[in-house]
Structures are given as structure tokens and as C-alpha cells.
């Protein structure tokens, strides 16, 4: 492992690389007189890489760019993720790595329970109504009336940072909430006032069929993947509705678009799949019992400046020598 100094402030510059997020920009109004720069593409990153000592970035990453960051010393991913990094070929150069996790614990849990609001109350399909100019009448067949959420059971799949605030929301709705957590002793205090259990990952099964809402905010991980499957669907009531804020591969598909064609569950809010952008050939579009949000929702218009403020602080704590950064990963 290479023990290059980290470049003091005056010497050190910064590639914000995305597509999309104004960095750059947002970085400007702190005023901190530090280097930056931003690139747009992959193919201008490969370019102006090589100037960088620190790079914020997300979907543009590729391993192969370590060959052309003889400077680099310090990434600062965009999101949460890490799978995209090759931690080992980072450890052998001395570069160190930190993630974004918590920037848009807000937006997530936000998204998921209007998720929950909107499949409670059927806003999805009156959009689609309201697309077709038809005015819906009242409706006789209580199982087809929209629902109110007091006295309803929540599931959180995942009680992390995301699955603590969305318990917090759901109380406000007076929910019942339970939650899963892989060690269920490390639930913060202040969850543990919106959240009425907290089981261990095994206990899902069990769990499932007390939920009328189950919400997915755990990581993809070995042990997450397809977690909700065909057999998790059976567990579900016919009544319960499937949240999924998390990776697309927590969810069987296939399991998924089987529960909503054959009613074994009333619906679901999707924001991720396996593939994506969704093909427009993919059979979840024409479902009216699927709500579906093209990967929204952890955007928000905070996201820039939430995000830089993990930036500076791993900033600071590399200029002071400091061995622990904040969300550390290398």
C-alpha cells in the first residue's frame, strides 16, 4: 500500500464526475477556494482524470480508470453502493474510499411512504383516470375501496437509516410497525419508540403474514438477494401491498409479476428492477395494481449539498491525519 502524503489544501483538486448531479455548481456557493472541476461523460473523465487527487463520483466509475490516476488519493462515492469498486486494486494503491450513505435517508423513507399513501388511497390509478378523462363513482365492493392506514401493519425489511425514519412516518399515520435488523440490539433509541418489534433477519417468514404493507430498505447483499421470492409472497395476505425502496434484486421478479397477475397480493410500489431502464416490452407496465417510479427515489434537490457536506468532513479528517474517515469503506 502506497504512503503518499495527502495533498495539502493549496496543492489538492477535486473531479466531481455525473451525469446529471451540479456539483460543481452547488460546490462553488461554499466558497472554500479549493480546485475542482467537473466532467460530464466517461470519455472526458478518462481525460482530465489524471489532474485529480480527490474524485466524487457514481455511475462513471470503472476499475479501469485507475490506471490513469497516478494523482488520485481519495473517492467519494455519489451513493451507498459499492459493488462497482475493486477494493483490494484501491487498497494496493493508497486510495482511500468513502460512501454516501445517509445522504437521502429523507428522501427514500419519504418516497417510501408515499408509496404507501398512494396505494392506500389508489392515487396511481387516478392519474390514470384523470389521463383518460373518466370520472370514477362511488364503489359498493369494500375490497376495492380505498383504505385508511390507522391500525395497519407496516413490515421493514431493514432497519437501517432509511427503515428507522420511515418507522417514525409511519407512526404519525398511527401504524402499527414492525421491522427486521440483522442485530436487533443495535436499534437506535429513537427508533425504538416508532417501531413496536424488532426481529432478526429469520423471522421474516413469520412476520409476513401479520403485514399489510411490507417495505424492502435493506442492501443487496448475498444474503438479501431475491429475498422476497414466491414462497415470501405466499406468506403475504391477498389484501397486502409490496413496497420496494431498495435494489430491484431484493425482489423475485418473475415471484413478483406472478403475485400481482394472479392476485395472490393486492399491489405494489416498485422504484428499482432488475433491469434498467425498464424495457418497454416488460409486462409490469400494463399492470393497473403497479406503482411504478423510474429509480426517484432517493433524488432530491438536496442531494448536491448533502452530499458535499460528507465530502468536506472526510476532507478535513484527511488533512488532519485522521485514520478513520466518515462512512469509510478503504
Known sequence: MTNRPFPARE???????????????????????????????????????????VLVISGLWQNELLDCA???????????????????????????LATA?????NAVSEHAMALVLALARHIHTCRDRQNRREWRGMIGDLS???????????????????????????????????A????????????????????PPEALPALLPEADFVAITCPLTPQTDKLIDAAAFANMKESANLINVARGGCVDEPALLAALETGAIAGAGIDHFWDEPLPQDSPFWALENLLITPHSGGETCMYEENLLDILLENLDRLWRGETELFNQVV
Not at 462553488?28 to 480546485?35: E, G, K, N, P, V
Not at 488520485?72 to 486510495?95: M, P
Not at 395497519?152 to 420511515?166: A, F, H
Request: charge should be positive; aromatic fraction near 6%.
Open 11 to 53: 496543492e489538492l483538486t477535486i473531479c466531481f464526475a455525473h451525469v446529471a448531479y451540479r456539483l460543481e455548481l452547488i460546490f462553488a456557493r461554499r466558497q472554500t477556494d479549493l480546485r475542482n472541476f467537473q466532467v460530464w461523460t466517461a470519455a472526458d473523465l478518462t481525460a482530465r482524470l489524471p489532474e485529480a487527487d
Open 101 to 105: 450513505s445517509g445522504v437521502n435517508s
Open 70 to 96: 497516478p494523482r488520485l488519493r481519495f473517492v467519494q462515492s455519489i451513493g451507498a453502493g459499492i459493488e462497482q469498486f475493486d477494493l483490494d486494486a484501491l487498497r494496493q494503491r493508497g486510495i482511500r
Open 180 to 199: 427486521t435488523k440483522r442485530n436487533p440490539a443495535t436499534a437506535a433509541s429513537a427508533v425504538d419508540a416508532a417501531v413496536d418489534a424488532v426481529h
Open 144 to 178: 376495492l375501496r380505498e383504505d385508511e392506514l390507522g391500525g395497519k401493519t407496516l413490515l421493514i425489511v431493514g432497519l437501517g437509516k432509511i427503515g428507522g425514519r420511515l418507522a417514525r412516518l409511519a407512526k404519525a399515520f398511527d401504524m402499527r410497525v414492525l
